[in-house]
């Protein structure tokens, strides 16, 4: 048998009988809310970001702090990898290299733009609550084109089908300073 005692529970503060869960005692209400997070972890930060809970700004501020990171890739080409960082959480990633006006690199540069780009917006999504959305999706991805098209454009070009406005993420981009 539990042993309920009257008292106030740590997890709301209200004077209320507890019982035992885990190395606490909590109220039913907090056993029940406690339980449903042990079950599904990721619930809170859903039903915050629905709540609008989350404190962090929509918008990134215009200063992050960053860590770089100095890399080699399997040709021993020097990569300098800059992770921005809000309240110690990733909301943005950058690469570079010495070697970027080399044409041999330029698709390769393209592709690592575009990649980086879109784990940007998914770091966002992750560590924000930014919803993601095709528009912000395409927008990335021809911010990513270097040349006419090549493959971020071709992107693109197909998947601005889909979200009822295909010519118009080009137009905002030339009109955006």
Known sequence: MTKTTNTTCPGCSRKKAVKPYGETEL???C???ASALEDRPG?????????SLDERPEELPEVLDAVRYR???RDRN????????LEG?????????????????????SN???ITRLISLILRHISL??????????????????QRNDLPEMLVDVLSKYCGRPDEIKKEEHETP
Do not use: M
Not at 78 to 85: A, H, L, M, R
Not at 102 to 109: A, G, T
């Open 129 to 146: 609550g930014e919803k993601l959305t095709l528009e912000k999706t395409l927008t990335q991805l021809y911010r990513s084109s270097r």
């Open 78 to 85: 020097t990569w300098y990898v800059s992770v921005s960082e």
């Open 31 to 33: 056993r029940a809310i």
């Open 89 to 109: 959480d990733p909301v943005e990633i950058f690469a570079s290299t010495a070697f970027d006006r080399d044409q041999h690199l330029q698709s390769r540069i």
């Open 27 to 29: 109220c039913s209400e």
């Open 43 to 51: 619930q809170i930060d859903n039903i915050g970001r629905l709540l």
């Open 112 to 114: 690592l733009t575009t």
């Open 71 to 73: 890399t080699c890739d």
